[in-house]
């Protein structure tokens, strides 16, 4: 896992690591890989629409272990017809793992979409203890 530093906190964190679109995006940032870096060892510094930042603070608040559903943080935000554009908000959240979007299922069953694939969803889900 890599992760982004800015001067406001942590600005980016991933599997996969595109250095140029990385410094395209956070331009100020600096990029190295992870060493078991956790939200207390920073703050998260979050870019985005004031509906993304609504969502992301929405995904701060599910516990460990535990899952929602997009229409259910729709409806925590005061937003209820707008899960699809949670559902887009979930996959740019550009902090995985901390701001944590892998806990976000779909209300039809299995594990959804993740930037890095379904199998690294599970896996995180899993890793949770959490079967899907």
Known sequence: MMH??????ICWMGYDLDGAVMRDRFPEASFEEDAGITPSDMPLAVYGTDFQVNVWRELLKIPRGATI???????????PKAYRAVGTAVGANPISFLIPCHRVLPSQGGVGQY?????????LLNSENLSI
Do not use: F, M, P, T
Request: glycine share 16%; charged share 25%; with cysteine.
């Open 4 to 9: 982004g530093v800015c001067d406001e906190g």
């Open 69 to 79: 559903q997009y229409q259910e943080i729709a409806q925590n935000i005061g937003r």
């Open 115 to 123: 930037l890095w694939g379904s199998a690294k969803k599970a896996s």
